[in-house]
């Protein structure tokens, strides 16, 4: 509770009883039962007298009977009055103006200045009255169930204060909307606020409610006892009690309503000048109350006036008395608004900001931080364990983006430091303000000032979230994650005290530290380490960690390297743990790097660290590449998969020559692809003559020497199946290229299948005895190995005859070959010739309907024909044709030719027309 108005006395033993009362800005007019009017003034301080009021205008015998209202209507310069009827006077001489000769025996009268409209109650009814500039004008009356014992216009709508219930008129329509009733004790108040809102009195509480009757606040104004009156004194409104006033606040921030009971006793009257219409005295606080001017009121001897306090004088009692809240909500009702008015605000926020934190509610001292624009260096002064403030910050130091200062004895107020260690219930809202204060300034202050005070706030962010509890988990290295100014030794040093090692190798990225977060992470290598510190714990990391970490690294030019550091340098030291330690992470390093490592300097580094997956290191970066790496890159991985194989034939064993390990399998299907680029002339000199024959007839293959290469599956293989598929994808690959100088000797694509049939019924075929693969042919039917190449070459002629010569077939065909064993071959040769001559008939018919369709077309245009007159002329030149040359459009337009050839031609060649 604070003094928020001041009563002072205007009349304290009037000779005349009051019978009502009204202001008159600063002056009050005073009614009386017997009639007489009384107009009160205050009257300047004269040397040693004080201001004070005294009567300076009397009128006796103003009305026949008492005079029970009054109102004053200053902008019309009239006095409204009701006694035995309601009278209109002007206020310069009180002279008569008129009288509202149907308003005989009215209880009460409402004037709205904003609609110019007075409305006049009486018994049961009501009397709307337009004033339009010259007199008032009746214009509706308007039936009731009850005589009205209070009334107050609201918006276009009258609300009514009957005997049991509250009511809604609506003037234009007549229609009544009940709002709720009086309450148990009956006591009817109704008094106008903002807004067309209304506080109607419901027992001890002022109930609001809007336009339309509904309640426009969630709580209503409790008072002590039941009001019998009330006036507004913006932000408070005056009830006149039984046995005292109240001044209670309107805010509903507030949490104690009451601010001050004045102790005046038998109060019967009470008048309050007109709240101003929208537009008029528009403002807050002190200059809406100058406006409305005082609140008088009285018993029936003594006249009081209730003047308000100076709104400034209020806020300093508040801020006094430890009300901060009050006192704040009340600053901001200040009229105007400079540069003293601002930093008192600050400072009250500032003020309730220490009190606060004072009291344990960290949480609201923050919002009061925030709120008085607080230099963030002042609230981590509260947090010695979190900041990291400059040494001068004292002497005020220029990071402050306020004035640092203040009054003398201001820093009396101020909280007691929190003493390490901190809970998390601090340091949470510490977090929130440092990050709205952060938000509010720019990513890259342009100021180094700023910029220095960015890196302390970051700093203290960093050292708060890491403590438990005082954010969400995964916040540090989301905070770390983006754009940061945090102090790398400070941040590193909270981080090892904490054992925050990710967040610090995190740390560590974003300052470009790069070198000193591959040591850390490579410190997982072993299973105990030492960090800076000297303290031993069980580390973190997987080679997983320093993997995902070298592939993030930025290429060149993209981000500022360590001096005499880059990306690939960084690469290759510290990939060299990981090969070690987990040869297949190494590899997954190198398959994610964007842009990948150059090939000769990869390359030899992973065959020096981890030589055993050299061979798929480089197979899959070829894969990869493609046609990108070099060709000496695919030679290296033949040599690469020659030497595996090899030491797989040297490492003892079985060994097939027609089975294949993963390694060999790999090889082949390497030598097969057609995206290798490698050197088969060369690898022929490097593969060994006495084994690995598959691989040998691919190298030919790539050469085009393709009977040595159905040589090596016929004869050293002894693979029917091999030999037909090598012919099959020779042939396929042949039907989309074009034909290829053959080799001599060594039969073309086209004729693979001959070549194969040459290969089989050889004179020597058959008679070669190779241990080779120890098979024999013809050994499991029991036949003659000439017999079998023979029966062989059959199956070839029965299942290829469309991809083989049919007569260069039969000339290769040994002459005693029995021709039953031929009638497969001849019945799909002569099927297929059947075939093709029956499509040949085809399209030659088809090709001489097509002529006759021509020949038909020509005829057509043949006869058609063009008669030239002798004032016939060219369409072109428009001269008479005559017996020159001339030329016909389908249009039949006739044009010289001269004319045409004069033509310029298009894109096409043909001539423009």
């Not at 009701?82 to 009268?109: G, I, M, N, Q, R």
């Not at 104004?221 to 046995?243: E, I, K």
């Not at 990513?443 to 969400?472: F, S, Y």
Request: one cysteine or more.
């Amino acid at each position: 509770m604070h003094t928020a108005v001041e009563v002072k006395v205007v009349l304290e033993r009037c000779p005349l009883r009051v019978a009502s009362l009204a202001a008159w800005g600063d002056k009050c007019i005073v009614g009386t039962p017997e009639g007489n009017l009384l107009i009160l003034a205050e009257l300047p301080q004269q040397g040693t007298t004080p201001a004070h009021y005294e009567a300076v205008d009397t009128r006796k015998s103003f009305a026949k009977k008492p005079i029970t209202q009054m109102q004053v209507l200053e902008d019309l310069g009239f006095l409204l009055s009701l006694s035995e009827h309601v009278a209109v006077h002007t206020l310069d001489d009180f002279s008569p103006v008129a009288v509202l000769s149907k308003s005989k025996s009215a209880t009460l009268f409402k004037w709205s200045q904003e609609r110019a409209t007075l409305c006049v109650a009486l018994k049961k009814r009501l009397l709307i009255y337009k004033f339009n500039g010259l007199e008032f004008q009746e214009v509706k009356e308007v039936p009731l169930n009850d005589t009205p014992r209070d009334m107050a216009w609201c918006g276009g709508s009258m609300c009514l204060g009957l005997t049991k219930q509250y009511v809604l008129l609506d003037v234009a329509s007549g229609q009544v909307t009940e709002v709720f009733p009086t309450g148990r004790l009956g006591a009817v108040s109704i008094l106008e606020l903002e807004s067309s809102e209304l506080m109607l009195t419901k027992d001890c509480v002022g109930v609001f409610v809007g336009p339309e009757g509904k309640p426009s606040r969630r709580h209503g104004l409790a008072w002590s006892d039941t009001p019998l009156a009330a006036a507004a004194m913006d932000p408070y409104v005056v009830a006149m009690l039984p046995r005292h006033l109240e001044v209670r606040t309107l805010s509903a921030r507030a949490q104690q309503t009451l601010v001050q009971t004045l102790p005046l006793r038998d109060v019967r009257f009470m008048a309050a000048p007109p709240r101003p219409v929208a537009g008029e005295g528009d403002g807050d606080g002190e200059t809406r109350a100058q406006c409305q001017g005082p609140i008088f009121v009285s018993s029936t001897t003594s006249i009081h006036r209730l003047v308000q306090v100076p709104l400034a004088e209020q806020v300093e009692q508040l801020a006094r008395s430890g009300e901060f809240e009050e006192a704040i909500s009340l600053c901001h009702l200040l009229p105007g608004e400079d540069s003293a008015q601002s930093e008192a605000r600050r400072m009250l926020h500032l003020r309730f900001a220490h009190s606060l934190f004072t009291s344990g509610d960290f949480a609201d001292a923050m919002h009061h931080f925030s709120l008085a624009s607080s230099d963030p260096f002042e609230v981590l002064a509260l947090f010695p364990s979190m900041a990291v403030l400059p040494p001068n910050r004292s002497a005020g130091h220029p990071y402050s983006q306020q004035s640092s200062q203040r009054p003398p004895g201001d820093d009396d107020f101020k909280a007691a430091p929190l003493q390490a260690p901190v809970k998390a219930a601090p340091l949470a809202a510490l977090l929130t303000y440092l990050q709205a204060w952060r938000d509010a300034t720019s990513a890259h202050p342009a100021n180094q000032d700023l910029r220095d005070a960015c890196g302390i706030v970051d700093t203290a962010i960093l050292r708060a979230m890491i403590v438990p509890g005082a954010a969400e988990p995964g916040a540090a290295m989301a905070f770390l994650d983006g754009a940061h100014s945090v102090i790398p030794d400070e941040g590193e040093a909270a981080l090892l005290a904490a054992g925050r090692y990710a967040e610090l190798v995190q740390l560590y990225r974003t300052n470009n530290m790069h070198r000193r977060a591959l040591e850390l992470l490579a410190a997982s290598s072993s299973t105990r380490w030492t960090c800076t510190r000297r303290r031993r714990t069980t580390s973190p990391f997987t080679p997983q960690a320093t993997v995902d970490y070298l592939v993030g690294l930025p290429a060149a030019g993209e981000a500022t390297f360590e001096p005499d550091d880059s990306r690939d340098r960084l690469v290759l030291e510290y990939s060299r743990w990981v090969l070690d330690a987990d040869a297949q992470q190494g590899l997954a390093l190198f398959a994610r790097m964007h842009p990948p490592l150059p090939l000769e300097v990869a390359l030899p580094h992973v065959k020096s660290h981890a030589p055993a997956v050299a061979l798929e290191y480089l197979e899959k970066e070829l894969a990869a590449r493609g046609h990108i790496a070099h060709p000496e890159f695919h030679n290296e991985l033949v040599m690469m998969f020659l030497e595996a194989v090899n030491r797989e034939r040297a490492a003892g064993g079985a060994w097939a020559e027609l089975q294949h390990s993963p390694v060999r399998t790999r090889m082949l299907a390497f030598l097969q692809a057609p995206a290798s680029r490698f050197a088969p002339e060369r690898m022929l000199a490097r593969f060994p003559v006495d084994a690995l024959f598959e691989e040998r007839a691919l190298l030919l293959w790539r050469i085009r020497r393709h009977r040595s290469a159905l040589t090596i599956y016929v004869h050293r293989l002894r693979d029917p199946a091999l030999a037909e598929a090598y012919c099959q994808r020779v042939h396929a690959a042949a039907g989309g290229e074009e034909e290829q100088e053959a080799v001599d000797g060594e039969g073309t694509a086209a004729d693979i299948y001959s070549v194969l049939l040459q290969v089989y019924l050889a004179e020597d075929a058959g008679e070669k005895v190779l241990d080779t693969v120890g098979i024999r042919w013809g050994a499991a039917d029991g036949l003659h190995p000439r017999q079998a190449m023979i029966q062989e070459a059959l199956g070839v002629l029965s299942r290829h005859q469309d991809r083989i010569d049919g007569e260069r077939a039969l000339v290769l065909l040994p002459s005693e070959t029995p021709l039953c064993r031929l009638l497969p071959f001849l019945e799909g040769m002569i099927r297929a010739r059947s075939e093709a001559r029956r499509n040949a008939s085809v399209v030659k018919s088809l090709r001489r309907y097509e002529h006759l369709k021509v020949r038909e077309a020509m005829i057509q245009c043949h006869q058609r024909s063009v008669t030239i007159t002798a004032e016939r002329a060219c369409a072109m030149c428009h001269k008479r044709i005559s017996n020159s040359v001339f030329a016909v459009y389908p249009d039949d337009r006739i044009v010289h030719y001269n004319c045409i050839q004069s033509l310029p031609r298009s894109a096409n060649g043909n001539k423009a027309t």
